[in-house]
């Protein structure tokens, strides 16, 4: 039976394995398992800080390089040509025909607002004057710049025929050009936007003129 034995102990050592070995290995798989993860998530996560840095480095080559929105180019205005034109323009207004003229150049070209030279100039004012006319400087821009000159356009509300004595006006959209070279104007002209004016004043005054007085 001595062999028996052996058999029976043989078997059971094959059958029961040693348990303290069965944990330690298990603890090594444990432990290799899980480095095996920490390492892919490292992996992982430096691949994901590579890719937001090569984004945000590109994104701020392409802001120096094409900004979104450049600011546009502007060319200084003449701040002097508008000082001219706005003090003309109140003397204008003011019916003050000599300080007005002090603002013209000796040739200016006031064709475009139906007059020749300076006597038909205060006699222009003198009439506005006469007619209740008023005139309101709403802005002065320029406009252009060339050898003949820096333009300018001023835009102004007004009234006529007394119209705010009964509650009418001002009048919007109306404006001057003018042309300023060497501190003096050389050519003036105007728009008066009648679009409004004319039916509310203009032409029932033309009427009320022709029937008492035909």
């Known amino acids: 039976m001595p062999e028996l034995k052996e058999v029976f102990e043989m078997t059971t050592k094959q059958?029961?394995?040693?348990?303290?070995?069965?944990?330690?290995q298990e603890g090594r798989q444990r432990r290799s398992t899980r480095n095996k993860k920490i390492g892919a998530l490292a992996v992982a996560a430096a691949i994901g800080l590579a890719a937001v840095a090569l984004i945000i480095s590109t994104r701020v080559g392409m802001n120096a390089k094409t900004p979104a929105n450049p600011p546009p180019t502007?060319?200084?205005?003449?701040?002097?040509?508008?000082?001219?034109a706005m003090g003309f323009l109140q003397?204008?207004?003011?019916?003050?025909?000599?300080?007005?003229?002090?603002?013209?150049?000796?040739?200016?070209?006031?064709?475009?607002?139906?007059?020749?030279?300076?006597?038909?100039?205060?006699?222009?004012?003198?009439?506005?004057?006469?007619?209740?006319?008023?005139?309101m400087l709403t802005s002065c821009e320029e406009t252009g710049s060339?050898?003949?000159?820096?333009?300018?356009?001023?835009?102004?509300?007004?009234?006529?025929?007394?119209?705010?004595?009964?509650?009418?006006g001002p009048y919007g959209g109306s404006y001057f050009d003018l042309t300023v070279l060497d501190g003096k104007i050389v050519r003036a002209s105007e728009y008066l936007e009648l679009a409004e004016f004319s039916p509310q004043m203009w032409e029932p005054f033309a009427a009320w003129v022709s029937t008492n007085y035909p």
């Open 15 to 24: 059958v029961e394995p040693d348990v303290d070995a069965w944990r330690e």
């Open 74 to 84: 502007v060319a200084p205005a003449d701040v002097k040509a508008q000082e001219v």
């Open 91 to 135: 003397a204008y207004g003011a019916f003050d025909a000599d300080r007005a003229i002090t603002y013209l150049a000796d040739n200016a070209d006031l064709s475009a607002l139906g007059l020749k030279g300076t006597r038909q100039f205060r006699l222009l004012l003198s009439f506005l004057e006469a007619e209740g006319y008023k005139q």
């Open 146 to 168: 060339s050898p003949s000159g820096t333009d300018i356009r001023c835009k102004f509300d007004f009234h006529d025929i007394r119209s705010d004595e009964i509650g009418r």
